[in-house]
């Protein structure tokens, strides 16, 4: 598909007459070439003399006196640069605030390539990645399922007891290493004889599968039961598709786990629980079962939104650019991060979660993407946006679930960019609770968490990148191109 379009020209000094020629080269693809017109080039060339001229500096002439043609003759490479700026800056914004499409990315633009003509006009042209075209989906009157439970005390004493054992004394053994033993370890990997990756002192609680960031070990505990502190056992991994090292992704490397120490949960048994938490038995129970029911909310809202998500995009086949999905997975594992810690859940369940999705992170990003962009147009269609209250009262929650501080939880959000993320968060959530507020509902049986067989630890086993190659720009400077602005995200 190829349009030719003028953008809106309401205010004569202020706007650019250009021209665009967009040509859609997928979905959420676009090429787009600009003509700037000879008359707008001079206009910004007189601008800059007219700035310029005043306080010219030009042997055999007072400051600001010598004729302007020479000045302009004299300084015209100078300015040249200043007005190819000037002009690729303002366009750019222009291109943005018409509106002619929604970008999801900043320009493919190469700055350097960009000359401005003697003669004639300007043109210039760059990739874009755009939100794509679609016929809205019917989001008015769905039927959902959604598990019910009402909580028990026999609910809470379980997971007390489950609580009092997390909570409890690892003491170090002499003895080999048993099912549900904790060890310490020196974990290496290796392609052909070679090292990849490493890391020291990882603490590794032995159960039937180790969840890397990058992989996946089953039958871990088969592996390492057995072993002594000063053995070694070695296994294979092979590395998922989400891996920052591309080169290694699908590829099956050797993992060496030397083992330094086994150490064994001690019997502190509920009262070391409570004398841990700082709280009595009552107030105790009572925080369980306020967890208990955050986890049920959270897992309500998860069943809510895999269903609403599969009615909105079953009919959403637009094709996404891999580069996208894979930018845009690292949102996604923030999103779901933040959702459960909201929800009260641990660290430990949280990396789980992180590691099984980053398994088939590009797939699921692809269906929360296509749910994103719908979601967005219902937003911008009914008018739903973010408040400072809806940051405040999700920061809010995040701090009490974590026992922190509301003011040191959105400084950490701030500084690991994921502010971003929560805003995503918010309106989504407000157009989905939209959205089931219009929907009936049937309840279904929920069924309860099942103690965990998996051990998740935050190694990359084909190793993580420490810096990622951007994007150069004037003067060698990483920066997005002003005026074009990322679409919400």
């Known amino acids: 598909m190829n349009t030719s379009t ?154 007390l007891a489950k609580l009092s054992e997390q909570f409890s004394t690892l003491e170090p053994v002499e003895d080999k290493v048993e099912a549900g033993d904790y060890i310490e370890a020196n974990i290496t990997t290796r392609l052909d004889g070679k090292d990849i990756s490493s890391a020291s002192d990882v603490s590794i609680q032995v159960l039937p599968s180790l969840s890397m960031a990058d992989g996946m070990i089953e039958d871990f505990d088969k592996l390492i039961i057995g072993a002594q502190a000063e053995e070694k056992r070695t296994t294979k991994v092979t590395v998922n598709e989400f891996s920052e090292n591309l080169e290694l992704a699908g590829k099956e490397l050797e993992v060496e786990f030397e083992i330094l120490d086994v150490k064994r949960r001690g019997g502190d048994g509920v009262e070391g629980l409570a004398e841990k938490t700082g709280m009595d038995m009552d107030e105790l129970r009572t925080r369980i079962k306020e967890g208990l029911s955050s986890r049920l909310e959270y897992r309500q809202r998860e069943v809510v939104r895999d269903q609403i998500s599969k009615t909105l995009t079953e009919s959403a086949s637009w094709e996404l650019p891999p580069d996208l999905l894979r930018r845009q997975s690292g949102r996604e594992l923030e999103r779901a991060s933040i959702e459960m810690r909201r929800s ?39 008018n739903v946006e973010e408040t400072e209250a809806d940051y405040t009262a999700e920061i809010a929650r995040i701090a009490a679930q974590q026992n922190d501080s509301p003011r040191r939880v959105r400084a950490r959000l701030e500084r690991s960019g994921q502010m971003d993320s929560l805003r995503n968060m918010i309106i989504e959530g407000k157009v989905i609770e939209m959205i089931t507020d219009a929907a009936s509902f049937e309840a279904t049986e929920y069924e309860q968490e099942k103690k965990s067989t998996v051990e998740a630890i935050d190694f990359f086993a084909a190793g993580k990148l420490t810096h990622i ?12 191109i002003p005026g074009m602005q990322h679409e919400r995200e």
């Open 6 to 159: 003028e953008t809106p020209t309401t205010d004569a000094e202020a706007k650019l007459d250009l021209n665009l020629d967009i040509n859609e080269t997928s979905s959420c693809g676009r090429h787009v070439t600009v003509t700037v017109p000879r008359s707008d080039i001079e206009k910004y060339f007189q601008k800059q003399f007219d700035t310029i001229v005043p306080k010219a500096e030009v042997p055999g002439f007072r400051v600001g006196k010598a004729p302007r043609n020479l000045i302009e003759k004299k300084f015209r490479k100078q300015v040249e640069d200043q007005v190819k700026g000037a002009l690729l800056m303002d366009s750019l914004t222009q291109i943005s605030e018409s509106e002619v499409f929604s970008a999801i990315s900043e320009p493919d633009l190469d700055y350097e390539q960009v000359t401005v003509p003697e003669e004639g006009d300007l043109k210039f042209e760059f990739n874009i990645e755009v939100r794509p075209d679609f016929e809205m989906p019917k989001w008015k009157g769905l039927k959902i399922q959604r598990p019910e439970y009402d909580f028990t005390d026999a609910d809470v004493e379980a997971e």
């Open 344 to 382: 009260g859940f641990s660290d430990q369940e949280i990396r789980e979660q992180e590691n099984r999705t980053r398994s088939n992170i590009l797939e699921r990003t692809e269906t929360m993407l296509r749910e994103h962009f719908i979601l967005e147009r219902i937003a911008e269609e009914e």
């Open 469 to 480: 190659p951007e994007a150069k720009y004037e003067g060698g400077e990483a920066e997005p």
